[in-house]
C-alpha cells in the first residue's frame, strides 16, 4: 500500500497537531468544533482506493479496518473510501444488503470510529424493506452520522459485470446537508454528477466540502470533478476504486479539488492502492 502525505505532517506540526511516535504520526489534540477560527479549520483528509472484491463483505471490512487505522496512525481525522466499498457491484444485492444503520457492518464501523478517534465514510448497499439503495455512511466517534442514497442510477445494457443499477437498486431523494466534525456537508455518488440537477441542488445547499465517492473502471479526467466543485464553490473528496471489479480493472485516481476547482492532490490513476493525504481547508 502507497501512502502520499503530500507534506502533510510537516505541515500539522507546524501548528501544534501531530506528536511523532515510533515514526508515525498521531494527532496530539482533537480538531476544534464548529465556530473555530480560520487557522485552526484544517482537516487531515485521507482517501483510500483499495481492491474491494466483489460479494466478500467480511474481507473488505477487515482491509477497511487495516487500512482506516493506518490513515488514522498518519495523522488523518476524516477517512473516505469509494462507492459500495462493502460488496461492489453484484447479483446477489437481496443476500448481501444490510439496514442502515441497524446493521452489522455499520454497528461494526461505529466501533471503529470510536476507538481510532475519527471519521469514516464507506459504501455499501443498503436494505430498507422491500427497497435496495446503493448508499455511502458515515460514522465518527459518537456513533452514526448521516447516509446518503445514490439517486441518479445508472443505466446501461451491457450487466455482464452487475453494473446495470436500474435492475437491482432503488433511487434516493438527491443531495441533503448534513454536519460532519462541525463541517457542514453534502454527498452524491458516482453517477449523480453527471446530472445537472444534481450538482444545482448540491449548490443550493451552500456545503463547506462535498464527498464524492465513485466506483468506475476509469475516472473522468480532473476537468469533470473541477467544474463541479467551482459550481458549488466547495472543496470536494473524490475517491474511486482499484483492483478488478470481477474482470473489469478500475485505474483509481482520487483526489481532493478545491472550490475553485483547482486539482490540489490526487493519487495514482495506475491501479495501485493508496492512501491519499490532505490538509483540507474548509
Known amino acids: 500500500m502507497i501512502e502520499n502525505r503530500r507534506n502533510f505532517v510537516k505541515l500539522l506540526a507546524g501548528a501544534g497537531l501531530v506528536s511523532t511516535v515510533e515514526g508515525l504520526s498521531t494527532l496530539a489534540t482533537p480538531l476544534p468544533p464548529w465556530g473555530g477560527t480560520t ?68 454497528r461494526r464501523m461505529e466501533r471503529l470510529a470510536h476507538r481510532l478517534n475519527c471519521y469514516i465514510s464507506f459504501g455499501m448497499s443498503e436494505s430498507d424493506r422491500d427497497r435496495y439503495y446503493i448508499t455511502q455512511v458515515f460514522v465518527g466517534p459518537e456513533g452514526f452520522v448521516y447516509r446518503y442514497r445514490k439517486t441518479w442510477l445508472w443505466l446501461t445494457w451491457d450487466d455482464s459485470r452487475y453494473r446495470n443499477e436500474w435492475v437491482r437498486y432503488d433511487p434516493g431523494t438527491g443531495p441533503e446537508a448534513f454536519m460532519i466534525n462541525g463541517i457542514k456537508a453534502t454527498c452524491f455518488i458516482c453517477a449523480d454528477g453527471d446530472a445537472p440537477r444534481c450538482t444545482e441542488r448540491a449548490a443550493t445547499l451552500k456545503p463547506e466540502v462535498v464527498f464524492y465517492p465513485n466506483n468506475r473502471e476509469r475516472l473522468p479526467g480532473t476537468d469533470y470533478f473541477g467544474a463541479r466543485a467551482h459550481m458549488i464553490k466547495a472543496p470536494m473528496l473524490v475517491t474511486n476504486r482499484v483492483g478488478r471489479s470481477w474482470w473489469a480493472p478500475c485505474n483509481g485516481g482520487s483526489g481532493v479539488y478545491g472550490a475553485d476547482g483547482q486539482l490540489l492532490a490526487e493519487a495514482n490513476r495506475e491501479g495501485k492502492e493508496e492512501i491519499l493525504i490532505h490538509t483540507l481547508e474548509v
Not at 482506516?68 to 495523522?75: C, D, E, I, K, W
Request: charged share 25%; hydrophobic share 40%; net charge negative.
Open 39 to 106: 487557522a485552526q479549520r484544517k482537516i487531515p483528509v485521507a482517501l483510500v482506493q483499495f481492491d474491494a472484491i466483489a460479494e466478500q463483505v467480511e474481507r473488505n471490512l477487515q482491509e477497511i479496518e487495516r487500512l482506516a487505522s493506518q490513515a488514522v496512525n498518519s495523522g488523518a481525522r476524516w477517512v473516505m473510501f469509494h462507492e459500495d466499498s462493502l460488496c461492489d457491484y453484484t447479483p446477489r444485492v437481496k443476500e448481501l444488503s444490510e439496514p442502515v444503520p441497524a446493521g452489522p457492518s455499520v
